[in-house]
T-cell receptor, first 111, second 118 residues
Framework: EDKVVQSPLSLVVHEGDTVTLNCSYEVTNFRSLLWYKQEKKAPTFLFMLTSSGIEKKSGRLSSILDKKELSSILNITATQTGDSAIYLCAVEPNSGYALNFGKGTSLLVTP | GAVVSQHPSRVICKSGTSVKIECRSLDFQATTMFWYRQFPKKSLMLMATSNEGSKATYEQGVEKDKFLINHASLTLSTLTVTSAHPEDSSFYIC??????????????FGNGTRLTVT
């Protein structure tokens, strides 16, 4: 059975801290791994990773995939209160197939 | 870019009534639509996959007669929660792949529907 596991499940940090969120997976026919940020509504797309070892960066956020370890990390540097959200990791097993989501990491950034 | 439009965004209904949620792909053809449900502080759980022109495929534990899915055209899929009960209160969200998308493009999500059954 396909599985996506995120850790930690929740995290509280102070503004300015750096955080690392983890995602590991066991799926057949891996196509891509995606990170989303969810506040009160639909998830917002952050990154899509298909190749191992290539870091994707967007502002203070970055992510990398390790296909050998079947895992990915999402880094957020110089965190801000607006980064408070649930961060979802999902794996797409084949082109156009439904995403398998992890349970998410709930991040709270305090002033 | 490509967008999936979902409505209503929020609905409150009484027990026993039915609620229809629509998802439309605005600038691409969605031959497939995925319907997810999310309970508070929980992840997105796949309910069913709808395919244009054929019957939807439901995940284990999801009642077909309760959650009616229709994929009437290449741009419209609907989820009807029939005879809604308070335990059906949840966040429902659709997602569609753009078959014509470049390899490195993600799936497109609707904005979700918050259903409250009183």
């Amino acid at each position: 059975e396909d599985k996506v596991v995120q850790s930690p499940l929740s995290l509280v940090v102070h503004e300015g801290d750096t955080v690392t969120l983890n995602c590991s997976y066991e799926v057949t026919n891996f196509r891509s791994l995606l990170w989303y940020k969810q506040e009160k509504k639909a998830p917002t797309f952050l990154f899509m990773l298909t190749s191992s070892g290539i870091e994707k960066k967007s502002g203070r956020l970055s992510s990398i995939l390790d296909k050998k370890e079947l895992s990915s990390i999402l880094n957020i540097t110089a965190t801000q209160t607006g980064d408070s959200a649930i961060y979802l990791c999902a794996v797409e097993p084949n082109s156009g197939y439904a995403l398998n989501f992890g349970k998410g990491t709930s991040l709270l950034v305090t002033p | 870019g490509a967008v999936v439009s979902q409505h209503p965004s929020r609905v409150i209904c009484k027990s026993g009534t039915s609620v229809k949620i629509e998802c439309r792909s605005l600038d691409f053809q969605a031959t497939t639509m995925f319907w997810y449900r999310q309970f508070p502080k929980k992840s997105l759980m796949l309910m069913a996959t709808s395919n244009e022109g054929s019957k939807a495929t439901y995940e284990q534990g999801v009642e077909k007669d309760k959650f009616l899915i229709n994929h009437a055209s290449l741009t419209l899929s609907t989820l009807t929660v029939t005879s809604a009960h308070p335990e059906d209160s949840s966040f429902y969200i659709c997602s569609a792949p753009d078959r014509g998308r470049p390899y490195n493009s993600p799936l497109h999500f609707g904005n979700g529907t918050r259903l409250t059954v009183t």
